[in-house]
């Protein structure tokens, strides 16, 4: 076999792994896509006749890629999160597959933390706690000190020990009610907006949301569906300060922000920001299908 066959056959040997540990880092079940074609790019560039250990550099180069989209989405305040819905609305009294989709569940949620933690901080929790790397390694792919490193994946850590059942399914169902909401609005169904608002429901945007088409303060579950009636066809599902809610974009923008509070199975306030202060203060990850 020569070498380029012999390469090809050891990446797709290592492809499952690759893609794991990078959609763990990523979130992005497309980006991990990306990160490892982009290794397997490197890998062809790249003479790799002194490396011993082909599986653990490629391991690094899609650690050192990921990093680098990480701290991009950074600077961007965005982040893909793929949260599919099917797996996170088990009820844990009457679903007797409970233990798989909980498995799953609470893997989402898991992505949900980690979205919140600084880029080296998440390679160096998935690398060490996910993929048993040895500190040393990781130091080398975060530029840290292997005592730094450990630092970072031990704060990650306890960040993620936060994370319960109850909280993934509670997440999942909420994001069912938002889904729901948007494709009411997008269809203009009134009855279905309604159904999924609290009677009492505020719709409460800020002073710069009106110039979007937005009015004062709305209450009520019939005023604030018939507002949105016909709406967010620029919306899409978002986590928006650790909870679920909608960013709308215009021109390629984000320029809304709306933040859900759900309670009982409906919702019960719509807050809508449109300040540009305020949206770089607020943390959003747009929610992949």
């Known amino acids: 076999m020569d070498e380029k066959k012999w ?12 893609k794991a540990a990078a959609y763990r880092m990523l979130g ?40 680098d989209m990480l701290r991009t989405r950074k600077t961007r305040r965005e982040e893909p999160l793929e949260m599919p819905i099917h797996a996170v609305i088990a009820d844990p009294a009457n679903d007797p597959e409970r233990a798989a989709a909980f498995a799953e569940s609470v893997g989402l949620a ?43 994946a031990s704060r990650a850590r306890r960040r993620v020990q936060g994370i319960d059942e109850t909280t993934a399914v509670d997440l999942g169902r909420k ?5 729901a909401f948007l494709a009411a ?5 009134l009855a279905a907006l309604i159904a999924v608002l609290a ?13 979007f088409g937005a009015v004062g303060e709305v209450r009520g579950a019939p005023a604030v569906a018939e507002l949105f009636k016909g709406r967010a066809q620029a919306a899409e599902a978002a986590i928006v300060d650790g909870d679920v809610g909608f960013v709308v974009r215009i021109d390629g923008e984000v320029r809304v922000l709306v933040a859900l509070t759900i309670a009982d199975g409906v919702i019960v306030a719509i807050d809508a920001f449109a300040d540009p202060d305020h949206l770089e203060k607020v943390e959003y990850s747009v929610l992949s299908n």
């Open 110 to 152: 898991l992505l949900v933390v980690l979205q919140t933690l600084a880029p080296a901080e998440r390679v160096a929790f998935v690398l060490h706690d996910m993929f048993d790397l040895p500190f040393d390694e990781i130091a080398s792919i975060i530029g840290r000190s292997s005592a730094a490193t450990r630092q970072l």
């Open 7 to 18: 390469l090809a056959a050891e990446f797709e040997a290592n492809r499952a792994h690759l």
């Open 175 to 179: 994001r069912t009610i938002a889904e």
């Open 28 to 67: 992005s079940r497309s980006e991990a896509d990306d990160a490892v074609q982009e290794a397997w790019l490197r890998l062809n560039r790249t003479d790799t006749s002194d490396v011993g250990n082909l599986g653990g550099w490629l391991t690094t180069v899609v650690a050192r890629i990921c990093l």
């Open 199 to 211: 009677p009492d429901v505020a719709f409460r945007p800020d002073a710069t949301a009106a110039r």
């Open 185 to 189: 609005s997008r269809k203009g169904d």
